[in-house]
């Protein structure tokens, strides 16, 4: 059985840092490919960032790069998402992601190829 748990949502206020977590138990963690996604009130779940097995391919949603950073330490089973100058428009419940085995190009963006799910995380960040 495999269980995915956030952790690290809260408040802050725009133009600030929070740094999500991810664990992810059941088979070795570094042969899971993990994704974050995020829901905003009325919205549908979208993608945010995504890393390869490895760590050595990362995949971002064009509103977050350069802004946000997907890694993963396979060591500490641990995936993390720094997100930086944060803004209102990011308020939302983050949910970390993981599929056991290797994604290729479009599919790191595609909700339906994850087999786990996170409860979520909410982030809020004021004006």
């Known amino acids: 059985q495999v269980h995915v748990v956030e952790s690290g949502g809260g408040w802050v206020q725009a133009g600030g840092s929070l740094q999500l977590s991810c664990a992810a138990s059941?088979?070795?963690?570094?042969?899971?490919?993990m994704g974050w996604f995020r829901q905003a009130p009325g919205k549908e779940r979208e993608f945010v960032a995504a890393?390869?097995?490895?760590?050595?391919?990362?995949y971002y949603a064009d509103s977050v790069e350069e802004r946000f950073v997907v890694s993963r330490d396979n060591a500490k089973n641990t995936v993390y998402l720094q997100m930086s100058s944060l803004k209102p428009e990011d308020t939302a419940v983050y949910y970390c992601?993981?599929?056991?085995?290797?994604?290729?190009?479009?599919?790191?963006?595609?909700?339906?190829?994850?087999?786990?799910w996170g409860p979520g995380t909410q982030v809020t960040v004021s004006s």
């Open positions: 992601a993981a599929v056991w085995g290797p994604l290729g190009g479009s599919d790191y963006y595609t909700e339906s190829e994850y087999d786990y």
């Open positions: 890393i390869s097995r490895s760590g050595g391919s990362t």
């Open positions: 059941g088979r070795p963690f570094s042969t899971y490919t």
